[in-house]
């Protein structure tokens, strides 16, 4: 169950980066489940990771990679290919020295096949929490990986990377910089355990555009706080959480600093990107029927209008009462009213189910009927929004609703 069409997109290649899927049967039978991505010469690689301080030992690792290579950079060390190792099943979380050992072993393995340094491999997991790698069957796989790498493979490396996802979640672009197609492309999983700073999620988006590795990280921290940190399912940070940006540089444009040329309207592609994959994680939201915008407005800073956004998209009685279609202004005032801000005054408040005003003054508005109010929430889309009278910030988060389906994907999960 998902929100909105099934299509996957026509994903653009990117010169200097290649995708490799398997079936290595890591926890379940006839499904893909290892990817290996390789990563050109020269290229610069940045990401962004969960918060959760449980955070898995790839991410460790991948971490440690990513800093060591650039120190190295930094010295005037020669840059050579670089691989990233994706595998799901188990999330190799909660695992201890063991569980880095044994993602270390897959970096290991793939760096020994692909003829680098350890640390020029990223390793990658997502699935069940506490359970460790079978290493010896991902090892045993990765030769498959190696033998299917394409600049087109990222679909079957979309498939690759989900877990309780419905479906391949993808988008690419093009445009024009200073006389030169560009290109950006990336995949996303995700669909429970969802929350901002990240989510239980994957990205891996590139690009064709060289860019300095200072900006890169910029860039990356910004079109995460702008997409990924923006959905949320149902409150939960995961421990596995990871977000890539690969640049390149094959198309012969380079941007090192925010007033080069050009810049800007990359950026706003390369954050475009990022949204639709965010917003393609909500959508396929474990059990999801609903796909809803919560925007807060007239607030007086950003981190305030998240906190009212995030309290309301949050709480299990508002993301019921979406699930059955049910206008329950209540639960929407209540959210607001425990949402961690001071100085609320509620006579200020006034909440829409898109264009249809709900409550105003504290209370029911005196124009609302409640046959409004079900025909907004039977549509599959609609927006909550509330203006508090305080400002003139505006945010935006994006979450779903909790089906029957939610409980007994979650129940199941270990089975």
Aim: negative net charge; aromatic residues 6%.
């Amino acid at each position: 169950m998902a929100v909105g069409p099934n299509t996957f997109p026509m994903m653009m290649p990117i010169s200097g980066f290649k995708l490799g899927t398997t079936s290595a049967e890591i926890k379940y039978k006839d499904r893909r489940d290892l990817v290996v991505m390789e990563v050109v010469e020269g290229a610069t690689v940045a990401g962004v990771f969960t918060l959760n301080r449980f955070c898995a030992a790839p991410v460790q690792i991948c971490q440690k990679h990513l800093s060591m290579v650039s120190g190295q950079r930094a010295a005037g060390a020669v840059s050579t290919r670089r691989y990233l190792v994706t595998n799901t099943g188990y999330a190799n979380a909660g695992t201890g020295p063991d569980g880095y050992k044994n993602s270390l072993a897959v970096c290991e393995h793939m760096a020994a096949i692909a003829n680098v340094d350890v640390e020029n491999v990223l390793p990658y997991s997502t699935g069940v929490i506490g359970e460790r790698l079978p290493i010896e069957t991902i090892n045993g796989a990765v030769d498959r990986c190696m033998e299917s790498l394409s600049e087109q493979g990222w679909e079957d490396a979309a498939h690759g990377i989900m877990t309780t996802d419905t479906r391949p979640k993808g988008s690419s672009c093009k445009l024009s910089v200073d006389g030169k197609d560009v290109c950006i492309t990336g995949i996303s999983k995700g669909s429970g355990m969802i929350m901002p700073n990240m989510a239980t999620m994957l990205a891996y988006v590139a690009t064709d555009v060289g860019l300095s590795q200072a900006l890169a990280e910029v860039l990356l921290k910004e079109a995460a706080d702008q997409s990924f940190n923006q959905a949320t399912v149902d409150g939960d940070t995961s421990t596995n959480d990871s977000c890539m940006l690969i640049a390149t540089e094959a198309s012969g444009v380079r941007f090192d600093a925010e007033s080069d040329e050009g810049y800007q309207q990359f950026k706003e592609a390369f954050i475009a990107v990022c949204v639709e994959l965010a917003q393609a994680i909500i959508r396929d939201g474990e059990g999801a029927t609903k796909f809803v915008t919560v925007r807060v407005e007239e607030a007086n800073s950003r981190d305030e209008a998240r906190a009212v956004a995030y309290t309301v998209a949050h709480s299990p009685l508002v993301k019921t009462a979406l699930f059955a279609a049910d206008p329950n202004w209540g639960r929407i005032l209540a959210a607001i009213g425990r949402a961690p801000m001071e100085g609320l005054d509620v006579d200020a408040v006034s909440v829409y189910l898109d264009d249809v005003l709900l409550a105003e003054k504290g209370s029911v508005a005196r124009s609302y009927l409640e046959e409004d109010g079900s025909r907004v929430m039977a549509q599959e889309e609609f927006s909550i929004v509330i203006k508090l009278g305080r400002g003139a910030v505006v945010a935006d988060v994006w979450t779903c609703d909790f089906s029957y389906d939610y409980v007994k994907i979650n129940a199941d999960y270990r089975s």
